[in-house]
């Protein structure tokens, strides 16, 4: 059985500060794919980035970046000098043999100005 | 290019009643997933459909059924409806199986 938790329920931080989303995850897969997606108050999901388990490098993609740990099952989102538009539900999915997804409940993430 | 589209955007149904949710995956994708969240949750898994065979069922009653069309869209069935399948319903398509997926506007069910 495939499981994603995020602890953080909600998560509120000052524009232009860092903020970090933990994910952590759970498969016996050898082969998975690890994903974040963000969900904005529209309720529509979008994709952000999608990794391989053997693709352990770090990913940075303007003021976002990843981090993930096949040592420690994580697979942590970090956004830089956040901003108000960041404000979101952002999920962590996992992918495994079957190629669907299997999501974590969610962080809010709220920046205020 | 057009994303995901689903229809209707938003429905409200009576307990016993049945729902057909419909969506149309993006130009080219020929896998379409469906999943149900609830408020508060993240989306939960419901059926995966490629080349118009199903390729993976979640943990859902019978009651819940689906099909995808030569056209590569998609229909989702409820029967019977329950209180508890109030949801926004999200439709996703890839261009095969294990590629990301991207996900439509949804349908949000509410069953009175």
């Known amino acids: 059985a495939q499981k994603v938790t995020q602890a953080q329920t909600e998560i509120s931080v000052v524009e232009k500060e860092d903020v970090t989303l933990d994910c952590v995850y759970e498969?016996?897969?050898?082969?998975?794919?690890l994903f974040w997606y963000k969900q904005p108050p529209s309720g529509e999901l979008v994709f952000l980035i999608r990794?391989?388990?053997?693709?352990?490098q770090n990913e940075i993609s303007g003021r976002y970046s990843w981090n993930f740990q096949k040592s420690t099952s994580s697979f942590n989102f970090t956004i830089t000098a956040s901003q108000v538009v960041d404000s979101a539900v952002y999920f962590c999915?996992?992918?495994?043999?079957?190629?669907?997804?299997?999501f974590g409940k969610g962080t809010m993430l709220l920046v205020s100005p | 290019d057009a994303g995901v589209t689903q229809s209707p955007t938003h429905l409200i149904k009576t307990r016993g009643q049945h729902v057909t949710l419909r969506c149309s995956p993006i130009?080219?994708?020929?896998?379409v997933s469906w999943y149900q969240q609830v408020l508060g949750q993240g989306p939960q898994f419901i059926f995966q459909y490629y080349e118009k065979e199903e390729r993976g069922r979640g943990n859902f009653p019978d009651r819940f059924s689906a099909r995808q069309f030569p056209n590569y869209s998609s229909e989702l069935n409820v029967n019977a409806l329950l209180l508890g399948d109030s949801a926004l319903y999200l439709c996703a398509s890839s261009p095969a199986v294990f590629w990301e997926q991207y996900f439509g506007p949804g349908t949000r069910l509410t069953v009175t």
């Open positions: 999915a996992l992918s495994g043999g079957y190629s669907t997804l299997t």
């Open positions: 130009s080219g994708h020929k896998s």
């Open positions: 990794r391989n388990s053997f693709d352990e």
């Open positions: 498969t016996r897969d050898t082969t998975y794919y």
